[in-house]
């Protein structure tokens, strides 16, 4: 090339790139603004279309959301789940954490006392095609209904001993890692609050915040 | 092929069997691969790099005075990546259903060398009007070969096309071809295809001069 070896004048070179962060930051800005608000209505439906599968005898028409306060002092949204006759059946928590490749979302279904998982759906996920991907699927998902709430739950790579091991999937260990990390973490947020809304769950509020949950909070 | 710059109608024929990204440049074989098991993901895959490739193309081309050699690829995968990020977002906004379907593959589609190949040997060098012919005759082409594979996968595999059931009923089918390895069996037999045509028509050609 026959242009100066070595320019000092980075701006100079560089002021192209510079820009087009600028506008194309822009330009994904606006867009996100735009269809933020339609996506997150998608994963509404989404959502309670799958309560009947997350709790058993749910009914979609009686699921009210119900706002509360995590421990971390964040408002967040959960679904009080209640069957036709007006029962209470069970929660359902929306959560989300870092995957492999990117954010995965996951909604939790609990039990009515807040003592067992009741199902696992994932929302979102862009796992590896063909390994972690595999966290959609019902064999897996299936491997946390009926995990107690009050331990915080392990993925181990041989067959689980304790009932709050999950059997990791085969070459995804950090996929599975991340949806029991992501599943730790929320409950340990929320067990304690939504215990304490649960009808009848009042007196349970000390028990809520023992120390699993400090324990929990702690994971990775 | 001559060592000119290639025109508009050129570039735009070519795009489509003469230079077929799939068939002849053998790109993009990640989706041609991966999303081709139905009518539908195919075409809406291919309706998503249409957009990231023709826009990119256009934006490429636009700024070709501007760009510094040594800097051009990262504009170029600034741009795909600002285009795919759109591309995605919208596909979660109006198409969920299809978007939970396709997963990681549309912002894979960042990785498609079809579109950074575009932009170096078309959008970087010529003006937007050839651009925008090379990006829609490459859509179309591609597009083209997502439908043949995903016709063949879609009607032996599940008996229908675009959902709609075409095979009759006593037509057990093929699970395989729904699974990976049909991909790779199509992919390979429809190549070989395409060759065996081609090379018969070089034949053709010789004879007769």
Known sequence: ?220 | MTRGEPTALERFINGILPENPVYRQLLGMCPVLAVTNGMKPAMTMAGATAFVLILANIMISLMRGLLKPHLRILVFTLTIATFVTIADRLLAAYMYEMSKQLGPYVPLIIVNCLIISRCEICASKQDVRVAVADGVGMSLGFALALASIATVREILGSGTWLGLPVMPGFWPNWGIMVLPPGAFLTLGLLLGMVEWVNQARAKKAGKRE
């Open chain 1, 1 to 220: 090339m026959a242009e100066a070896p070595k320019s000092r004048n980075f701006i100079g070179q560089a002021w192209l790139v510079i820009l087009l962060a600028l506008l194309y930051g822009g330009a994904l800005a606006t867009v996100h603004t735009a269809l933020s608000a339609r996506i997150a209505e998608n994963k509404r439906n989404e959502t309670y279309s799958v309560i009947p599968i997350l709790v058993e005898g749910a009914d979609q028409s009686m699921t009210a959301e119900v706002s509360v306060e995590g421990q971390n002092g964040k408002e967040l949204t959960v679904y009080r789940v209640l069957d036709s006759g007006g029962h209470h059946r069970g929660w359902v928590l929306p959560a989300a954490g870092q995957g492999f490749a990117d954010q995965i979302e996951i909604l939790i279904g609990l039990d009515a006392e807040v003592s067992t998982i009741a199902g696992l759906y994932v929302l979102g996920q862009k796992e590896t095609p063909g390994l972690g991907d595999y966290i959609t699927g019902e064999g897996f998902r299936n491997r946390f209904r009926g995990k107690p709430t009050d331990r915080p739950l392990v993925v181990v790579k041989s067959d689980p001993k304790a009932n709050n091991e999950i059997l990791a999937l085969t070459g995804a260990t950090i996929s599975s890692e991340s949806v029991s990390g992501i599943v730790n973490r929320a409950l340990a947020n929320l067990k304690g609050p939504i215990r304490q809304l649960a009808p009848g769950g009042g007196e349970e509020q000390d028990e809520a915040s023992s120390p699993a949950d400090r324990q929990g909070e702690t994971g990775p």
